[in-house]
């Protein structure tokens, strides 16, 4: 489909985050145009793109004129909250939306990937229900059973996730929920906990006119719903490895398209469990920055514009920890990083975000080492050497 792409071309990206600016660093090594939209100013990937707007995605007349303004060749969202529909409505203008306006509508909302997998494949999932008022809340949590697992159908970084261990917390979760999802719907879902060896995220390269590649799995700990720390490799057997690259052929396959999807899993004892998917980087991916020869955002870039990728290759077992706010400030001030990069191997990314939060992700530092248990050791250092002033 892309064989005679020239470059450069003009690329539109819905969400100008942390991921986004790693993406528009890697499009802009290839000479291309980016335009970065979010809903606030001054936001990371806006801070190194061509150009930018600030725009309401839920909004399909703001979405509009900035296609117009700009007339992009590609629209690459990096977050949920976007009017899906009006991505359809591009797509048949002849934009090409990454992967597809069909796979970013599945894929927006956890409710339709989630039947998709379960329901239209047959693939093994956490068992779940939906509620849409705490009295069904009360109602499918005791069904599925405690623990349990609540969080919105929209939402990203593990914003409104709680574990419910009992029905006296599930007033709280169904608060919680509601203030951590993203666009217009107080839709929730409810999981079965799974018992669980490793979380994995198996980043999926899915091409126009080549075979679906894989990056080797990265293991991931997660607090409060969001990433704390990942790992690559993940240390997990052949053969799960096999039935989780099968899985996510099997589900990248149905939604079409091209680029890399962060395809998570559950990995028990016995099992391996389909747990989400993201159609773009994924925030347990930024291991990649210093892992492998080529990143998950220049992965992203060359599946998008058809490139070839004729290897991907690690260099050493790495890890990435996250740098987190403790507290609300408009003035962001990082002191100790000389001191945090004293370590050799290792390397930060301090994202630059206007403005902080408890438990914002506001930067993350990777580290590599001869074992995966050193290079986590080490990047948990860098990351807790530094401070936010």
């Not at 379960?118 to 009295?135: Q, V």
């Not at 719903?225 to 589900?251: N, R």
């Amino acid at each position: 489909m892309m064989k005679n792409l020239q470059l450069p071309q003009k690329i539109m990206l819905l969400g100008a985050g942390e991921l986004g600016k790693e993406f528009v660093i890697a499009a802009q090594r290839l000479g291309n145009f980016v335009i970065a939209i979010d809903r606030y100013g001054n936001a990371p990937a806006m801070q190194v793109a061509d150009a930018s707007e600030v725009i309401s995605m839920l909004s399909g007349d703001d979405l509009e004129q900035v296609v117009q303004k700009y007339q992009p060749d590609f629209i690459v969202p990096e977050i949920e909250a976007i009017r899906t529909e009006k991505l359809a409505e591009f797509e048949q203008r002849g934009i090409s939306v990454i992967p597809t306006a069909a796979a970013t509508n599945y894929t927006m909302n956890r409710d339709r990937i989630r039947e998709l997998a379960a329901e239209k494949l047959g693939i093994r999932t956490a068992k779940y229900a939906y509620a849409s008022s705490l009295e069904e809340l009360m109602q499918t949590s005791a069904e599925i059973g405690f623990p349990n697992v609540v969080k919105p159908v929209m939402s990203s970084s593990g914003k409104g996730q709680s574990t419910v261990k009992s029905a006296t917390e599930v007033a709280t979760a169904w608060k919680h929920a509601i203030a951590g999802a993203r666009g217009d719907t107080q839709k929730i879902i409810v999981e079965e906990f799974i018992n669980f060896e490793i979380e994995i995220t198996l980043m999926t390269i899915k091409q126009w006119d080549a075979p679906t590649i894989f990056c080797p799995p990265i293991g991931h700990r997660q607090e409060r719903g969001d990433y704390q720390e990942s790992w690559q490799p993940a240390g997990i057997s052949k053969d799960k490895i096999a039935q989780a690259e099968a899985i996510a052929t099997k589900v990248t396959d149905a939604l079409g398209g091209a680029g890399i999807f962060g395809v998570e899993f559950f990995i028990t004892k016995d099992e391996v469990i389909f747990s989400e998917l993201s159609p773009r980087p994924h925030d347990t991916g930024m291991v990649t920055l210093i892992s492998q020869n080529l990143n998950e955002f220049e992965l992203h870039l060359r599946a998008i514009l058809g490139l070839p990728i004729p290897k991907i290759e690690i260099f050493a077992p790495s890890a990435s920890a996250v740098i987190l706010a403790q507290e609300h400030s408009e003035k962001i001030i990082f002191t100790n990083v000389a001191q945090a990069l004293t370590q050799e191997d290792t390397d930060l990314r301090l994202f630059g975000k206007p403005d902080s939060r408890p438990y914002r992700r506001m930067g993350v530092a990777l580290a590599k080492a001869e074992t995966t248990e050193l290079a986590r050791k080490k990047a948990s250092q860098v990351a807790s050497t530094i401070s936010l002033a």
